[in-house]
């Protein structure tokens, strides 16, 4: 166990749809980093919170967005889904020494 | 874009017998992180190397790092069937926010 939540586990829905996934990092870290693992695309990094505030964006749609709250709990938001937005999406948090804990990840399927 | 690339992209070994991964990466790093994810789950942390360290070992894993070629290997010695996943390299830098750039990774199968 990482220390690292997310919630759903999976989620299926359909395309159009907007969903929203949830995270909370380990106790004690700030970072909260958002990831998506697909078949085509492998592991690709989407957004990097620290402390509530957006620090780096890798490939990230503009259909997405996210948040992260006073209390550190972070929020990934995927609307006008498509099929090909079907993956894993994974957080991770970032400890002291420069690991990540990665948490169990959501199951997205997109029908 | 990935900035890692695993080689072998799949390998088959026995119990018992040493498994190598090698990855390469483009750009300079800070760290370079191996994860391990088993079939469809979740990424679990194996092993940390800085730029300026050049090997590292933790139990039956160990990592090189050469930084002038831009690459890793990771070792696994005595492998079991217990092994069996897939392995990532990933690279941070800061930056991008020590976002990590993950390779597409090796799937290791270890038959008893």
């Known amino acids: 166990d990482s220390g690292v939540t997310q919630t759903p586990k999976h989620l299926i829905t359909a395309t159009g749809q907007r969903v929203t996934l949830r995270c909370s990092p380990r106790?004690?870290?700030?970072?909260v980093y958002w990831y998506q693992q697909s078949l085509d695309q492998g592991l690709q990094f989407l957004i990097h919170?620290?402390?509530?505030?957006?620090?780096a964006k890798g490939n990230i749609l503009e259909r997405f967005s996210a948040q992260q709250f006073p209390d550190l709990h972070s929020e990934l938001n995927l609307s006008s889904l498509e099929l090909g937005d079907s993956a894993l999406y994974f957080c991770?948090?970032?400890?002291?020494?420069?690991?990540?804990?990665f948490g169990p990840g959501t199951r997205l399927t997109v029908l | 874009s990935q900035q890692g690339e695993e080689d072998p992209q799949a390998l088959s070994i026995q119990e018992g017998e040493n498994a190598t991964m090698n990855c390469s990466y483009k750009?300079?790093?800070?760290?370079l992180q191996w994860y391990r994810q088993n079939s469809g789950r979740g990424l679990v942390h194996l092993i940390l190397?800085?730029?300026?360290?050049r090997e590292k070992h933790s139990g039956r894993l160990r990592v090189t790092l050469d930084t002038s070629k831009k690459s890793s290997s990771l070792l696994i010695t005595a492998s079991r069937a217990a092994d069996t996943a897939s392995y990532f390299c990933?690279?941070?830098?800061?930056?991008?926010?020590?976002?990590?750039?993950f390779g597409k990774g090796t799937s290791l199968l270890v038959t008893p």
């Open positions: 990933a690279t941070d830098a800061a930056n991008s926010g020590y976002a990590l750039n």
């Open positions: 991770a948090s970032r400890g002291a020494g420069g690991l990540q804990f």
């Open positions: 750009t300079s790093i800070n760290n």
């Open positions: 190397i800085r730029s300026n360290e």
């Open positions: 106790s004690g870290d700030l970072s």
């Open positions: 919170y620290y402390n509530g505030e957006e620090r």
